[in-house]
């Protein structure tokens, strides 16, 4: 009786073809050959599974952001049964940063996709993400918890501060992969933020001076 082929497994070891190969050599130098010879099968395979190269990265971004998603989850059970939003809105924010291989895999692939899809007409004809507002709508969906919590300044503006920190770890991201500065750095950083939101407000009033 013939092996039953698993076709999501197959895509996903073509996927993690993609990523070592353009992990070691940049996205823009990626083709269907490479991932093919790098994958241990055929061409025609990956023809058959993805058609066109533009499909085949989508698919191979969808899987990073898979595997993000899962380190995520990673960091959050380290910190325990009940992380609560300040917890697990700095572990959204650090398992984006390129602290190590996989992470900067996953930053230079992100982002090279992103600006490849700005000159790249097939590229930019298919959706860049299926839900691209994602992670922002997770982190604001944090703040406002932690504000309903007492545990957040509630004078701030959750999406704004969303939207800053997100950008903020994006562009600390690359920072730190050009080598402008150390991962812990970055870290830094991107806690004293959290530090100024996460605290609630004193609304007590000024003491007078004597």
Do not use: C, N, W
Request: hydrophobic share 40%; charged share 25%; glycine share 8%.
């Amino acid at each position: 009786m013939p092996k039953r082929v698993d076709h999501e497994e197959r895509r996903g070891q073509i996927a993690e073809a993609l990523v070592r190969v353009a992990g070691r050599r940049g996205l823009h130098a990626v083709g269907m050959r490479d991932v093919a010879a790098e994958a241990g099968v055929s061409l025609r395979l990956v023809q058959y599974y993805f058609g066109t190269k533009e499909k085949l990265l989508l698919y191979g971004l969808q899987h990073l952001t898979d595997r993000f998603t899962e380190r995520v989850g990673d960091r959050l059970r380290a910190a325990g049964a009940d992380p609560g939003p300040r917890a697990t809105a700095e572990a959204l924010l650090l398992t984006s940063l390129p602290t190590d291989e996989e992470s900067r895999t996953f930053h230079l692939l992100y982002t090279s996709y992103a600006v490849l899809s700005v000159t790249d007409e097939a590229l930019a004809a298919q959706p860049f993400t299926a839900r691209p507002d994602a992670a922002e709508d997770a982190l604001a969906a944090l703040l406002r918890r932690g504000q309903e919590a007492g545990v957040a300044d509630p004078r701030v503006d959750a999406r704004t501060e969303a939207i800053g920190l997100l950008a903020m770890a994006a562009a600390m991201g690359t920072s730190i992969l050009v080598g402008q500065r150390d991962p812990e750095s970055a870290v830094e950083v991107l806690r004293h933020h959290l530090d100024r939101i996460f605290t609630p407000a004193d609304d007590s009033p000024p003491t007078p001076s004597p």
